[in-house]
């Protein structure tokens, strides 16, 4: 048998890949902690990439889309603003996780949640040592990783539920009680607040 190849044509053309939500977290997350004005291209849209986007509001930076292309006005490593509410990351776990170190460097404190948030806390630990004193463990997972990072970073969850639920459950039941810890410290009276100079009084 004879088999008879001719060459082909090179192929030509141009393709636009789709974005990517993984890469289109950080872009956002870089972009706000840069000076000045950063345009992203091809920016994914969706429930987790809005996530990262509302909480880069609540921090104070500003941003728009249009026709696919992200722009952020940056405000810079200690530029964030503590958010005047607590931030919901609903279903993202990425957000959190990058914004764990990013909220240590604007001072704002975060409820970590169950072993993959902790696990990213740790890499966040590394790379900014110091940035677990503005972090609170909601919970201690049935996981036993879970445990072993907390141990690493020598913290002491609020909760001890065994819950395995995630998706920020853990932080969610946590918040009332540290809330109220909160205010406790802030706005419970002292003895001499209360014009008691004595156990008698």
């Known amino acids: 048998m004879t088999l008879t190849t001719t060459p082909s044509p090179p192929l030509a053309g141009s393709y636009t890949l789709p974005g990517d939500k993984s890469l289109a977290h950080r872009a956002a997350l870089f972009a706000a902690l840069a000076e000045g004005e950063s345009v992203i291209g091809a920016y994914p849209l969706s429930g987790v990439t809005r ?120 932080a969610v039941a946590a918040l009332p009680t540290v809330k109220a810890a909160i205010a406790v410290l802030a706005e419970m009276a002292t003895f001499a607040d209360a014009g008691v100079s004595g156990k008698g009084d």
């Open 51 to 170: 996530a990262m986007l509302d909480a880069l509001s609540a921090f104070g930076v500003p941003w728009s889309v249009n026709n696919g292309t992200l722009t952020v006005r940056g405000a810079g490593l200690r530029g964030l603003r503590p958010p005047a509410a607590a931030v919901d990351c609903r279903n993202s776990a990425t957000t959190i996780r990058l914004f764990a170190g990013a909220a240590a460097a604007a001072g704002v404190p975060c409820i970590l949640d169950g072993s993959v948030v902790t696990a990213g806390a740790l890499v966040a630990e590394a790379l900014a040592p110091g940035a677990r004193q503005w972090w609170i463990a909601g919970h201690r997972s049935a996981e036993p990783a879970h445990s072993a990072a907390l141990s690493y970073l020598s913290m002491t969850p609020v909760l001890e539920h065994s819950m395995r639920l995630g998706e920020g459950s853990g």
